[in-house]
């Protein structure tokens, strides 16, 4: 009698692992398809696709940042335009552009470059430089106002080498 009372729980034991086999087994499936679907990266086929297209449409893909020519201005120290006058912003910008010739041309107008950017940098209050998304703000109106210099689309992006706000 002791042996037909350990076969009931051979079979009950098992059947409990065969489900703990398929639920590992579906949860795995589950795990590698989230993974793939959105976690794993593009293939580069794919990746390579949108480059094409950019071509299509006639930009150049030469001209993504970080492949232009590089400008270092002057240091630009100013008041800011708080109400009691007590801030000043320090800032250091290095200048983007596309070509040699977009490099001759800022150095060329350099003065207006330093006009234009103090005017801006001046303008400016401790709470429109104080977070993360104003500064890159700023950084789009910098790009924008050089641009309208320098007549077109030559300077690809601006990047901040020194801030300090006090």
């Not at 002057?74 to 008041?79: R, S």
């Not at 303008?123 to 109106?141: A, G």
């Amino acid at each position: 009698m002791a042996d037909e009372g350990q076969e009931p729980k051979k079979k009950g034991g098992m059947l409990k692992w065969i489900i703990l086999i398929l639920l590992l087994a579906i949860l795995g499936g589950g795990g590698f398809f989230a993974y793939k679907k959105f976690f794993a990266a593009q293939p580069e086929d794919a990746v390579e696709e949108p480059k094409d297209n950019q071509a299509a449409e006639g930009e150049d893909p030469g001209t993504l940042p970080g492949d232009g020519f590089t400008v270092t201005l002057p240091t630009f120290v100013v008041n800011l335009a708080d109400p009691l006058g007590r801030r000043y912003l320090k800032l250091g910008v290095d200048v983007e552009v596309i070509s040699e010739e977009a490099v001759a041309e800022l150095s060329k107008k350099e003065p207006m470059v330093k006009d234009t950017l103090i005017l801006l940098l001046s303008s400016k209050t401790y709470q429109d430089l104080s977070t993360m998304e104003s500064k890159i703000l700023l950084k789009k109106e910098i790009v924008d106002r050089l641009n309208q210099i320098l007549g077109g689309s030559k300077v690809l992006q601006v990047y901040f080498t020194d801030m300090v706000i006090q």
